[in-house]
């Protein structure tokens, strides 16, 4: 049985959806899970696919984070080995050129949680449980929860998540600021759908300099960020679709963007 699945979704079969497929352990992570996300996160990068969504196969979990019985007992080198691979997991979602977006139900906790910060944009429902409980097991958040949290929430309210390890509803993470669409279990997939056909109907070059263009100003100073968003402008000067869109203004239709 895959731990991990993907299928193509969407009007055009444009969209992702990988699920994770771990229910009997609230999808939490093994080694094996994490080579699995890990390779179908790459192969999903380097195709024709325009947005991403990641989801689970049950509505009790999301992730429950990385399989603490398989870390038991583990050495101190063995624990860092296995976590270079979490690391790369982590990065590669982040990486990806499609914006990928998290659809959230039940628990994601812990490194669950933090696949779901290395998303571009969150939907859950009323029914999910966020948390960064590390500090209750003796370790801090490894995959990103202290560095992206508070770009998402603010430093303030970050600091007590992370500090305190508390347990957080989908209505606090609602009023947080955390989720761009909040519902519930039977209707939070359609929301993410909604929002990645969206996505997907723009012009995909656009789109990844967008996505792009987002991350690596986020927090730098302002004149440098105005030399780095224009470098990102100008790599949609020189393609098809830029052509294809005015093309298709003019002649009032639909444009037909093929990511060239």
Known sequence: MALVEWKRVGKES?????TLNRPEARNAFTTEMAEQILGICREIDAS????????SSTEKAFCSGADLKERN???EEEWKNQHLLFQKMFNQ???MKQPVIAVVDGFAL???FEIVLNCDMIVAADTAKFGLPEVTRGIMPGGGGTRLLSKWIGVHRAKEWVTTGKIVTGEEAEKAGLLNAYGTSSDIREKALEIAEKIAKNAPLAVQNCKSSVNELFGMPNDDAKKVEISYYNRCINTEDR????R???EKRDPQFIGK
């Open 248 to 250: 298709a203004f003019v």
């Open 48 to 55: 024709d696919i325009r947005t991403v969504l990641i989801t």
């Open 93 to 95: 979602i982040q990486d």
């Open 110 to 112: 812990a490194g669950g």
């Open 243 to 246: 052509l294809e869109g005015v």
């Open 73 to 75: 007992n583990m050495t």
């Open 14 to 18: 444009t969209i992702a959806e990988i």
